[in-house]
């Protein structure tokens, strides 16, 4: 079973704070990470992906990976309240055939101004 | 009209009617997606299309029939559904099936209830 497991939240920081959101995985042979928001009533949008260890800087968005320890984060400098919505976490394994791309349950992140 | 696009943004029916959803991708991508989105649960992968060939079908009850005419529009047919199918039903797109990022492109969402 491979799972990915993200703290449901919610998470509420103040307006211009760092917001961190968490995500673990549990194959070894994930190789791909992603992260989707999805405002309340609407579609996932990709907003981040990942595919090396280290840091990944896009804006006031950076993601982090450390395959050691299988955990994949994400930190948003500067938060607003247009950034409040559900995070979705997704990780890409592939084994012997067609990788497969498995989502967490979603953090929920409230910024109140 | 740009992206993916689905159709009806809400549907509610009985369990004994027959209904349909339908997408349609703007984004010249070769492999489209259903997955349903329950409440408090991860979303759940149903199908997969590859250049119009279905190439997963994860374990899902027969009264959910998948339809691929050609690589930009696709169908989901529901008949005889239960209480437990309510939840939405989301349509996605990606360039490739086989492409190491697989970066899903997803639409607005039919919202299905089942009385």
């Known amino acids: 079973q491979k799972e990915v497991e993200q703290n449901s939240g919610p998470l509420s920081v103040p307006e211009g704070a760092i917001a961190s959101l968490n995500c673990t995985y549990s194959d070894r042979g994930s190789q791909s990470f992603f992260w989707y928001r999805q405002y309340s009533g609407k579609s996932p949008e990709l907003i981040m992906f990942?595919?090396?260890?280290g840091d990944k800087e896009d804006g006031r968005f950076t993601a982090q990976l450390n395959k050691a320890s299988q955990y994949v984060s994400l930190l948003i400098r500067d938060s607003q309240p247009s950034d409040s919505a559900t995070y979705l976490c997704?990780?890409?394994?592939?084994?012997?055939?067609?990788?497969?791309?498995?989502f967490g349950r979603g953090t929920q992140l409230t910024v109140w101004p | 009209e740009t992206g993916v696009t689905q159709t009806p943004r809400h549907l509610v029916m009985g369990m004994t009617n027959k209904k349909s959803l339908k997408c349609e991708q703007h984004l010249g991508h070769n492999a489209m997606y259903w997955y349903k989105q329950s409440a408090k649960k991860p979303l759940e992968l149903m199908f997969v299309?590859?250049?119009?060939?279905?190439?997963e079908n994860n374990s899902v009850p027969s009264r959910f029939s998948p339809e691929c005419p050609n690589s930009s529009h696709l169908f989901l047919h529901l008949h005889t559904l239960q209480p437990e199918d309510s939840a939405l039903y989301l349509c996605?797109?990606?360039?490739?099936?086989?492409?190491?990022?697989?970066?899903?492109?997803f639409g607005s969402g039919t919202q299905l209830s089942v009385l």
């Open positions: 996605a797109s990606s360039q490739d099936f086989h492409s190491f990022g697989e970066k899903l492109f």
């Open positions: 997704a990780v890409i394994t592939r084994g012997s055939t067609l990788g497969r791309l498995y």
């Open positions: 990942i595919y090396s260890n």
């Open positions: 299309y590859s250049l119009e060939e279905r190439v």
